[in-house]
């Protein structure tokens, strides 16, 4: 619709300029022509004028002329004095005062012409009257492109149209195929893509992000499956322990003794139970939350030092020699609940994963304005190929060597997931049977 309205004003800009410029062309040749032939009148003292009519015909005769001059002399009564030989028998009009020194529309013969009268004044006094006409065939030009616009005005909006659809059926066409895999894709089938356009423009794009969005979705909801799954699994496992357990302590009496470290066993599997769901519980306030953490200032030797402490029956037990090393007392703007989480896993992992006898190092340093935090280990190691999967939920080695180590498989995770909230880096390094290394980066957001 705006398109139709622009090119109509366009059409109605380009009819009005040549009209115009038709028609001031047209006067200037019937002004022109008019001064010419007022020279060639003399006025004498008897109210009357003389027509110098050898000369001004002579010019007619002399000159070329495309459009023809018509030229007539009126008295005052209305009747003709003399005229142009072009004008035969016919006259021109005489139109009453009103119209001297217009330019008027007439007719001569039926052909149009633009003509205008001008008063012969002899000493102020009108004696008579000039009437200079041109045919307007020149005009003709205006109506040929009236007519031309008045037909080329709808061939082309009917042309544009034409081309518009094409375009746009062209370039809706991806937008249809968006439409059609969306309508495809369900929470059972997450697998179809939106075909990307060949052309590189803002559909292609769109196209690309949403094929980006449905991979992310597709991943989430198979990590959720997966961990969901694999929680059943590891959840449904002490639950059959502490169950076998007691139907084979309720078979037959036993003695004190007996029911004493069955009972023991039973509440070392519900104390494994509750850590497991405490960790579950943990995994899943952050995982769909990018950040939901608190700032605050934490002293990094203290809460170290505070999570060795906490370990400190385990580190004795296995007789493990605990080597530190701090650079300086360092501060960082972070969140001290779930900063002391990750430390007290990676610790726990240091210990638990320890031969007895074994060395644990912690070094806690800055580079470069950034803090490192370095824990290891001379346990037991981590195979090369498990090294990229330990961060999985519910992931461990195979232990099949150290059935004593139990764990869920958590830990790591829960690691791994809390330094995606508080944008720290964690990367490590392990020897099967030699030892182990995390090292923790944390930014420098503040440091003293």
């Known amino acids: 619709m705006s398109s139709s309205i622009f090119i109509a004003l366009v059409f109605i800009a380009i009819f009005q300029v040549v009209k115009l410029s038709v028609n001031n062309h047209i006067n200037e040749e019937v002004y022109d022509e008019l001064m010419k032939h007022l020279d060639d009148v003399t006025t004498d003292s008897n109210d009357t004028y003389l027509i110098q009519v050898d000369q001004w015909r002579a010019r007619e005769h002399n000159s070329i002329s495309v459009n023809p001059v018509f030229v007539q002399f009126y008295d005052t009564n209305g009747e003709t004095i003399d005229k142009s030989p072009n004008l035969k028998e016919s006259d021109l009009k005489l139109f009453d005062s009103s119209k001297n020194d217009a330019f008027v529309n007439s007719e001569l013969n039926s052909i149009p012409i633009r003509q205008i009268q001008t008063p012969i004044l002899n000493s102020n006094k009108v004696v008579g009257f000039l ?31 034409l081309i518009a659809r094409f375009f746009a059926g062209r370039s809706i066409k991806p937008v249809q195929t968006i439409i059609e895999t969306s309508n495809q894709i369900t929470k059972d089938n997450l697998k179809s893509r939106i075909p990307l356009p060949q052309n590189k423009d803002e559909l292609y794009i769109l196209s690309e992000n949403i094929n980006s969005l449905l991979n992310r979705i597709e991943n989430a909801v198979d990590r959720e499956k997966q961990f969901t799954s694999d929680a059943s699994h590891e959840l449904r496992t002490p639950l059959a322990v502490i169950k076998g357990t007691m139907e084979v302590l309720i078979r037959k009496p036993r003695n004190e003794e007996e029911y004493k ?33 608190k700032k605050e200032s ?114 790591l995770s829960i690691v791994k997931r809390l330094c995606d909230v508080l944008d720290f880096k964690i990367f490590v390094e392990s020897k099967l049977n030699e030892k182990t290394t995390f090292n923790l980066i944390l930014p420098s957001t503040k440091l003293k």
Not at 137 to 154: G, H, R, S
């Open 131 to 161: 009437v200079v006409a041109m045919s307007l065939e020149d005009f003709e030009i205006v109506l040929i492109l009236k007519n031309i616009l008045l037909i080329t005005f709808p061939l082309i909006l009917f042309l544009l149209f």
């Open 261 to 293: 470290d069955k009972i023991r066993f039973c509440i070392n599997e519900v104390d494994r139970l509750n850590k497991m769901v405490d960790q579950l519980l943990l995994l899943a306030r952050f995982e769909n939350q990018k950040s939901n953490s």
């Open 298 to 411: 934490v002293y990094l030797n203290a809460l170290v030092l505070d999570t060795l402490s906490r370990y400190s029956d385990k580190i004795e037990a296995k007789k493990i020699s605990v080597i530190t090393q701090f650079e300086d007392d360092i501060y960082i703007e972070s969140d001290n609940y779930l900063l002391s989480i990750i430390i007290e896993n990676l610790i726990s992992n240091a210990v638990k994963y320890n031969y007895k006898n074994g060395i644990i190092e912690i070094e806690l340093h800055k580079i470069n304005k950034e803090i490192n935090l370095t824990i290891t280990d001379n346990g037991i190691g981590i195979s090369e190929q498990d090294l990229n999967k330990i961060f999985n939920s519910f992931y461990r080695s195979d232990f099949s060597k150290h059935p004593e180590i139990k764990g869920t498989g958590l830990g």
